[in-house]
C-alpha cells in the first residue's frame, strides 16, 4: 500500500515538474509578457486565469477568418469550426492541427483538461466533451487569449 502511494506520488511530481520544464518555441520572462499584454490577457494567458462569461469580445463573432495566440500569433482556430455553445465563451470543435497542448488540471477539486497554445504555452481554456459533431469536443476559450484575423 505504502508502495503504491509512493509511487503515485512520484507520478504526480514527474508529470508536474514536466509540464513545468516543457519548452516551448517563444519563451519570455514574466517581466517581458506583461510589457507586452494587457493586464487581462496576462492573467488569463499567463496566470491561467478565465474571463467572465459573455465578456470577452468573440464568444457572438461570426465572421470568417482565423484565430490566432494573442500571445505569439499561432493560428489556432478556423472560424469555421466555431460554433455557438450559449456558454458565453469562443467555442470550437476543433483546433488547427498542432496549435495545443493538452495537460490534465485538477484546479479547484475538478478534473480538466486545459489546452496551451503549443508554441509559447499560453494558457487558452478547457476541453470539454459536450461538443456537437464530428468531434464532440468543445475547446471553451477565452476569447482575451486570441485575435481574430479577417480572412
Ligand atoms: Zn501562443
Redesign the pocket.
Known amino acids: 500500500m505504502y508502495r503504491i502511494f509512493l509511487l503515485s506520488l512520484l507520478v504526480l511530481l514527474t508529470t508536474t515538474t514536466m509540464a513545468q520544464t516543457k519548452k516551448y518555441a ?1 519563451t519570455k520572462t514574466e517581466a517581458e509578457w506583461r510589457k507586452q499584454l494587457t493586464p487581462e490577457q496576462f492573467q488569463v494567458t499567463r496566470k491561467k486565469g478565465t474571463e467572465r462569461a459573455f465578456t470577452g469580445i468573440y464568444w457572438d463573432n461570426h465572421d470568417k477568418g482565423i484565430y490566432k ?1 494573442i ?2 500569433g ?1 493560428e489556432l482556430f478556423a472560424s469555421s469550426t466555431k460554433f455557438d455553445s450559449g456558454t458565453g465563451w469562443p467555442s470550437f470543435f476543433t483546433t488547427i492541427p498542432g496549435a495545443f497542448t493538452t495537460l490534465r488540471d485538477t484546479k479547484f477539486g475538478m478534473v480538466r483538461t486545459e489546452h496551451r ?1 503549443a ?2 504555452g ?1 494558457h487558452h481554456g478547457h476541453v470539454f466533451d459536450d461538443g456537437p459533431p464530428p468531434t464532440g469536443l468543445r475547446y471553451c476559450n477565452n476569447g482575451v487569449a486570441i485575435k481574430f484575423v479577417p480572412a
Open positions: 517563444v495566440c500571445c505569439c499561432q497554445c508554441r509559447c499560453g
